[in-house]
Every structure is written in C-alpha cells, then in structure tokens.
C-alpha cells in the first residue's frame, strides 16, 4: 500500500488530493498547523506543524516515518498562501510572509524528506505546487511570483540532486482555482464571469482539476516525469484566444 504525506491538509487542493488518494487505496498523513481544521479518516495522523520553519518541516516528516514505519513513498507539498497585491502596496511582513508560507515551506520540507529517500534508497515522488504567475507576466502578483518562480528552481535542482535514487520531483503550475483561499475572488457573479472569460477553455480551475493531476504524478504511472513543472491552466499561459472586433 502506497504511502503519502500531504502538507497544508486543511486547504481546498490538499483535501481533495486527500479524497483521490484514499479511494485509490493509499495511506496518508496529514500535516497542518490547525489540525482541528482537518478531517481525517480512521487511522490517519494528523500532524500539527509549521513547516514554513525547518524544526517543524522535520517534525512533520519524522512523524510520518514513525507513522509508516518508512519514509512515506510521496510527499504533497500543498502549504502555500495567496498574495494578490501591487507591489507598492506590498508591505514587507507581507511580502516575508508570502515567502516563507510558499517557498521556504518547499526548501525545508525538501530537505527533511530527500535525504531520508536516498539513505533510505527508496524511490518516491515529490510533487510542488507552483503558479501561472511565476512563467507568465500576471498584474499584482510580484511577491507569489517570486516565490513560485523560486519553486520551479527548487524543482529542477531536487531533480538534479536526487533523480539517480529515484526520487522523482516535478511540479503543477495552477491558473486560479475555486478553494476557500480563493473564494472571495470569486464570490461576486460578475468578477467570477470575468475571470472565467481569461482562461480559453472559459473557466476557472477547480480543486478537483488539481488533485487529478497531482495524483497521476504521485503515482507509479508517472515514473517516467522527472524535473518537470506542469502547466494547470486551461491554455492561459499557452493560448492567445482569438478576439472578435466589436
């Protein structure tokens, strides 16, 4: 049975990551700050972590293993925080925020989950998420471009370093997905058309688009996908839509 732990389990992505993998028959931990926020299944730990900080991204990898008995065969990297804001505007706490939710969450659960692979010489996969904002120029998004920008980096350089022990690393790039961090976006009908109208496939994404992907690059049928970053945009970053002159 296929094991995995998914990081930030209260969000919208990560949840319904969480529900593919069970129905697939895999076991899983989840890591959250608030774990009073996360529904489990039977069996499954939750385990309460910051892993924006390097003690608690090794807390939580460690409590996986002693959970497993072995390091988990994946890891869901799904913590992250949105920060739609021109950069003017963008404060510095802000800004220091958005970095450690995205990118230091990713460097410090890397570097807890890794090593223990390659000593392990266990194969696995490691799966990111990043942004449409960090390939294509998107307005107000500097500082989460920045971060997800630093992802991708992560991405190829994980890939570099840890491919030969077959751990596999790649990551999902997202256009603007309905979850609860996203809501608000798209609460308002006229503000939910208009974003709808940007992507050419003529909507926004859903959580449920996400966990489909990721779960197939979880899996074994994805053995063959190493390094990549993955585009999830219904052709924003790949597609210039015809316009119809008025």
């Given at each position: 049975?296929?094991?995995?732990?998914?990081?930030?389990?209260?969000g919208?992505?990560a949840?319904?990551?969480?529900d593919?993998?069970?129905?697939a028959?895999?076991?899983?931990?989840?890591?959250?700050?608030?774990?009073?926020?996360?529904?489990a299944?039977?069996?499954?730990?939750?385990?309460?972590?910051?892993?924006?900080t390097?003690?608690?991204?090794e807390?939580?990898v460690?409590a996986?293993?002693t959970?497993?008995?072995?390091?988990?065969?994946?890891?869901?990297?799904?913590?992250?925080?949105?920060?739609?804001?021109?950069i003017?505007?963008?404060?510095?706490?802000?800004?220091r925020?958005?970095?450690?939710?995205?990118?230091?969450?990713a460097?410090?659960?890397?570097?807890?989950?890794?090593?223990?692979?390659?000593?392990a010489?266990?194969p696995?996969?490691?799966?990111?998420?990043?942004?449409?904002?960090a390939?294509?120029?998107?307005?107000?998004h500097?500082?989460?471009a920045v971060?997800?920008?630093?992802?991708?980096?992560?991405?190829?350089?994980?890939?570099?370093?840890f491919?030969?022990?077959?751990?596999?690393?790649?990551?999902?790039?997202?256009?603007?997905?309905?979850t609860?961090?996203?809501?608000?976006?798209?609460s308002?009908?006229?503000?939910?058309?208009?974003?709808?109208?940007?992507?050419?496939?003529g909507r926004?994404?859903e959580?449920a688009?996400?966990?489909?992907?990721?779960a197939?690059?979880?899996?074994?049928?994805?053995?063959?996908?190493?390094?990549?970053?993955?585009?999830?945009d219904?052709?924003?970053?790949?597609?210039r839509?015809?316009?119809?002159?008025?």
């Amino acid at each position: 049975m296929k094991t995995c732990l998914i990081t930030g389990a209260s969000g919208g992505v990560a949840r319904a990551l969480a529900d593919v993998l069970r129905q697939a028959g895999w076991r899983l931990a989840l890591v959250t700050r608030e774990g009073a926020r996360v529904t489990a299944a039977p069996g499954e730990p939750v385990i309460e972590a910051d892993v924006a900080t390097e003690a608690g991204a090794e807390a939580a990898v460690a409590a996986a293993v002693t959970a497993f008995g072995q390091p988990p065969d994946a890891v869901a990297h799904c913590a992250g925080a949105i920060l739609i804001s021109p950069i003017g505007r963008t404060t510095e706490a802000q800004y220091r925020e958005c970095l450690a939710a995205n990118l230091d969450s990713a460097f410090f659960i890397a570097k807890a989950y890794a090593p223990r692979m390659q000593a392990a010489k266990q194969p696995g996969s490691l799966l990111f998420f990043s942004s449409v904002a960090a390939g294509i120029g998107v307005a107000n998004h500097a500082a989460i471009a920045v971060a997800k920008g630093g992802i991708e980096g992560l991405v190829r350089s994980l890939a570099a370093d840890f491919s030969a022990g077959g751990l596999r690393v790649n990551a999902i790039a997202p256009g603007l997905m309905r979850t609860p961090a996203t809501e608000r976006l798209l609460s308002n009908p006229s503000a939910a058309k208009a974003i709808a109208a940007q992507y050419p496939v003529g909507r926004h994404g859903e959580a449920a688009d996400a966990a489909a992907l990721a779960a197939l690059l979880l899996s074994d049928a994805a053995g063959w996908i190493n390094g990549q970053v993955i585009g999830l945009d219904g052709g924003f970053g790949a597609v210039r839509p015809y316009v119809k002159s008025a």
